[in-house]
């Protein structure tokens, strides 16, 4: 992927394919702290594509109010 040549939609839209492409095929686990069950969570091999995801779509929802 040369991110050179993206538009952000176009980067969001191969971040999120790329993560959907994983071993685990997109399925999340549920982690259990000492607090109790947290939220689901990807697996550490497609964790950092959807950590970006998150920024990457907060940057697209500022562009467009703009």
């Known amino acids: 992927m040369n991110i050179d040549n993206l538009s952000l939609t176009q980067l969001i ?3 999120r394919q790329a993560a959907q492409n994983c071993q685990c095929e997109g399925t999340r ?3 259990f702290t000492a607090r109790g069950r947290d939220n689901v969570v990807p ?10 995801l998150e920024h990457l779509e ?3 929802a500022l562009l467009r109010q703009i």
């Open 13 to 15: 839209a191969a971040v």
């Open 29 to 31: 686990e549920t982690i």
């Open 43 to 52: 697996c550490l091999q497609c964790e950092s594509h959807y950590k970006i």
């Open 58 to 60: 907060a940057a697209s």
